[in-house]
């Protein structure tokens, strides 16, 4: 181990947020991810989120064309990305125009001025030279020529130029890993596998990141800075890895299908940002019993997963919400010949095409409510990372147990962002094995069990139970078609009650933190998880009687909640949308919810959960 | 759990039947395309726990509530969809899907498309009756131009698409065209759509009695069908005519076809083409053809077998585990570098 993490000279740090930032082509994510993986292996809690530009190769140098890669690590409970950078690392000029307003005041920069050229400087849209002008001086500012001295670095690999420029990232990343004492055994061992064909590249990338290092841990840096510590955090004992919230979803559709006893899953999806990556995270677990099919078109993919789940598969598909609008029909398809499957829709910021790299929560009303007619199913949302796993699981418990769609609501921000995961223990990991009907005696295939109203799922290769099943409504002592108006009022309120029933088979409502009554509630759903919970310590911290709650059943909610929520005198809903789970809360209960909205494409801000808590009492008082 | 073993072999025509009231228009062409799919399932031994039928909406779409086998009445052009999801997730079913002009190649065009050229193995029957029968009468893409429907009352002024050009041009590997009333034909050309393995594509002309009766009497009348009909057969000379004397032949020099006739001595010029079912350019010929300078072709235009999609998935699937059985979960989450012990 060659850190230097007890050099006498480090400052220690409760938690730290750096944000690397660069032009598309700088591999900032690779350098975000090698941090993060060295940072895990250190024993910090952490967080991180990646912020890349919409444009495959957006012209290099440009503002739009930056890419930024942010990681919140300490010692303490991380749950967000964090409010303010610490550390922003700025490759290039437009990187620091486009992500200085995110460093607090008094923050470090450390900029690579062989990139601020002038030609760099025009590109980006500095009028005047940002490292001469003043306009750094509220910030500690660490001026680094890292081109040259990359270029110095891997002189003797017999690159060509622009080769051995690419290296200038990892040469940032040795000098990051040195400051916060990091091993960096784990990257080295990356490098030589990643570039395994190309040797001298393998090196030359060695070499810079030891050089970056090398040039921390000399006397150069002390004239600059020092290095910081920040403690291991207190964590549950047990065998840790990162993980992406898609990555996290995929896996537990895998145990999600394994605890149903089913032996195969049918993934059928469409390409579009940002659900893509789960389709690609799932083409490579064949070996699991899944089968993925990419469809021509957003209907074709769930009209596979519905024929899928006709013939006893495990249907899933996913996609984002201009997607979700045409899967519409589908799922009134599935609704009405009550078939399982699970739809994962990582929701951005829209109407329409929208902005499909950022993450918003605007699409819990389509979810909900979104299809024609009386169309009840159950919706899901997750709320980090590490909890996409749980509620891929609990998806596909529902829709097999409930013979139902199930929406599973994710976002742009949760596909993404990735943190430490507790891998669990598998033994005890829930199973809920699905009973295909094999019994001819007396079936019709809507006959319901008396305690969750679901129909038997009955494959296609089962001897004499050979049926029809379609979009016409069905008569429920039959199964055939029925026209019959006091049926269809009466399969109506069935396939409601059966979706309202489910609130007999999920967990009560508990509250994330706090009291179960007080002054105030802040009701959240998915992945405004950590800002609230962070935002609601600190209130408490402050002597606020403010409690979390954070729902993961959006329909049906659970049975105690509207008993719940009555026990706060007020109860605010920070939403990364222009106000919807307030309004299904204030329909359901006749509670006065108020909502907390944000429609930017980005994160809430512990900060201004923190100051809405604080408005709403104050208001409060002011009425008192 | 009691296994009943049912020999299907010995199954009638009539057992495929479901038993519910079959709700057509009298006189529909679909009864006939009903009763040769009886048939034809009972000639090939059709299994019903095995059989799926397939279809989305509009009048042929009703077809599986009147089998006895597993059925599924889809949405609007999606069965192609629901269809290739059923054969990913269990390749023994064996599954047919039944749609019509508007459902196959208007609203479900796209999925047409796509599981043609994918060679999803389905068997794809599209009643063609150049009309919207459910939705009562508008013109469908198949509708001549000029048809005037409570849609377009001055006459239609879009040209129609080709249901067979189409799956050709989709990249089908199996096309064949059949008229309802020809019950021997039909159920001849349904059993070879069931024996290809792959997506086969048949077009049946179906007469539409309400909306556009005797749309294809202009072929299918009973006099002067030999004329204006040609029936395909692999390695058989393409003739037609009442007295088999009249041939097709390439025009010297040109990628067309004409038709001669034969002198009266009834020998059989070399020129005359002679039927090769695995070449797909004399299939877009003679998918061509049209009344009345040519007789409409009819039978196995074209059929030349490929992998098929699923099969080629399941391939896949099965060189993905590199050894035999199903992984443990474990090995999923723990086997990768990057993780940790905290203690």
């Known amino acids: 181990m060659t850190t230097s993490a007890t050099s006498p000279a480090r400052e220690s740090r409760d938690s730290v947020v750096i944000r690397f930032a660069g032009d598309s082509g700088d591999g900032m994510q690779v350098t975000g991810g090698r941090f993060t993986v060295e940072t895990a292996l250190a024993g910090n809690d952490l967080t991180t989120f990646p912020d890349y530009p919409a444009e495959i190769r957006a ?122 004492g990091r091993d960096r055994d784990v990257t080295v061992a990356w490098l030589k596998q990643k570039f395994a064909g190309k040797p001298e590249i393998a090196q030359a990338n060695v070499a810079a990141l030891n050089a970056g290092h090398a040039f921390g841990e000399t006397a150069e840096m002390s004239e600059y800075g020092v290095g910081y510590t920040v403690r291991r955090a207190p964590v549950t004992p047990g065998v840790y890895r990162t993980v992406s919230g898609t990555e996290a979803i995929a896996w537990g559709l895998v145990a999600g299908m394994r605890a149903a006893g089913l032996e195969k899953m049918i993934f059928a999806g469409y390409p579009i940002t940002p659900a893509s990556l789960l389709l690609h995270t799932l083409a490579n677990l064949k070996r699991y019993g899944v089968i993925t099919f990419q469809a021509e078109d957003e209907i074709a993919a769930i009209g596979a997963c519905v024929g899928a789940a006709y013939a006893g598969a495990l249907g899933v598909t996913s996609t984002s919400g201009p997607g979700m609008a045409l899967k519409t029909e589908m799922l009134g398809l599935a609704i009405a010949t009550e078939l399982p499957l699970v739809v994962v829709n990582s929701q951005r910021a829209g109407p329409s095409t929208g902005m499909p790299t950022k993450a918003e929560q605007s699409d819990l009303f389509q979810a909900v409510h979104g299809r024609n007619a009386d169309a009840p199913l159950a919706v899901l949302a997750a709320a980090t990372a590490t909890d996409c796993f749980d509620v891929a699981m609990e998806a596909v418990r529902l829709a097999t147990t409930y013979m139902t769609p199930v929406v599973l609501l994710s976002d742009a921000f949760l596909a993404h962002a990735a943190e430490p995961w507790r891998i669990p223990d598998l033994d005890r990991l829930p199973r809920f094995p699905v009973r295909f009907r094999t019994d001819p005696a007396g079936f019709h295939p809507f006959l319901r069990d008396l305690k969750t109203l679901s129909r038997p799922w009955a494959r296609p290769g089962t001897p004499g139970l050979e049926h029809r099943i379609g979009g016409l409504e069905k008569d429920y002592d039959t199964g055939h078609i029925s026209y019959d108006p006091e049926n269809h009022a009466r399969m109506t309120r069935t396939r409601a009650a059966k979706i309202a029933g489910i609130a007999n088979g999920i967990p009560l409502q508990t509250v994330a933190l706090g009291a179960d009554h007080g002054a105030i509630a802040v009701v959240g759903w998915g992945s405004t998880y950590g800002a609230i919970h962070q935002a609601v310590r600190r209130a408490r911290q402050g002597g606020i009687d403010a409690s979390h709650v954070h729902l993961r059943y959006l329909n049906p909610f659970p049975r105690n909640l509207g008993e719940l929520l009555r026990r706060f005198h007020r109860i605010v809903v920070p939403e990364l949308n222009n106000g919807q789970l307030v309004q299904l809360l204030r329909a359901a209960y006749l509670v006065p919810a108020e909502g907390l909205n944000k429609v930017q494409g980005k994160p809430f801000k512990v900060s201004e959960i923190s100051e809405a808590i604080e408005a709403t009492l104050g208001r409060a008082r002011d009425v008192v | ?207 539409c009695v309400v909306f556009n009766d005797g749309a294809f009497d202009g072929f299918t009348a009973k006099d002067g069908a030999a004329d204006t009909q040609l029936h395909v057969e692999h390695g058989k000379p393409l003739m037609f005519g009442a007295r088999k004397d009249r041939g097709l032949r390439l025009k010297p020099g040109k990628l067309e076809l004409e038709v001669i006739t034969l002198s009266e001595s009834s020998v059989i010029p070399d020129d005359v083409l002679v039927h090769d079912e695995t070449n797909r350019a004399l299939a877009q010929l003679l998918v061509a053809l049209e009344p009345p300078a040519f007789p409409v072709a009819l039978g196995v235009i074209y059929c030349n077998p490929a992998p098929s999609f699923e099969a080629e998935v399941y391939a896949q699937a099965a060189a993905a585990r590199a050894t035999p059985g199903v992984p443990d979960l474990a090995e999923l989450l723990m086997n990768k570098e990057g993780t940790w012990v905290v203690r």
Request: hydrophobic share 40%.
């Open chain 2, 1 to 207: 759990m009691t296994v009943t073993t049912i020999t299907d072999a010995e199954l009638q025509p009539k057992d495929y039947a479901s038993d519910q009231e079959v709700r057509w228009c009298p006189g529909c062409g679909d009864y006939a395309i009903l009763k040769a799919v009886h048939k034809a399932m009972a000639e090939v031994g059709a299994r019903r726990e095995r059989t799926v039928v397939v279809s989305g909406i509009g009048c042929a779409a009703r077809f599986p509530y009147y089998m006895s086998t597993y059925g599924f009445h889809t949405i609007h052009g999606r069965a192609p969809a629901i269809a290739t999801g059923i054969k990913l997730a269990n390749p023994d079913l064996d599954v047919w899907v039944m749609t019509g002009d508007g459902d196959g190649l208007s609203i479900g065009g796209n999925h047409m498309l796509h599981v043609l050229r994918r060679n999803v193995d389905l068997q794809i029957v599209l009643f063609n009756n150049e009309i919207y029968g459910l939705t009562k009468g508008q013109y469908s893409p198949t509708s001549r131009r000029g048809t005037k429907s409570p849609s377009t009352p001055q006459g239609s002024v879009d040209y129609p698409v080709s249901a067979c050009a189409f799956a050709l041009g989709a990249g089908a590997r199996f096309v064949a065209r059949a008229v309802d009333t020809q019950q021997a034909q039909l159920v001849g050309v349904l059993r070879r759509a069931h024996a290809h393995r792959g997506a086969s594509f048949v077009e049946v002309f179906q007469n």
């Open chain 1, 59 to 180: 012209p290099a140098g440009t503002t739009y064309g930056v890419s930024a890669f942010q990681i919140h690590f300490g010692a303490v409970d991380v749950m967000t990305p964090g409010d303010q950078v610490d550390v922003l690392v700025a490759m290039n000029p437009a990187a620091l125009k486009v992500d200085l307003k995110d460093l607090r005041i008094g923050g470090t920069v450390v900029v690579d001025t062989g990139a601020f050229t002038e030609r760099n400087l025009a590109k980006a849209g500095f009028t005047s030279h940002p490292l001469e002008d003043g306009s750094l001086a509220p910030y500690q500012v660490l001026k680094l020529d890292i081109t040259k001295r990359t270029l110095d670095a891997v002189k003797d690999f017999g690159l060509h130029t622009r080769e051995a420029h690419r290296c200038r990232n990892m040469w940032a990343l040795g000098l990051m890993l040195w400051m916060y």
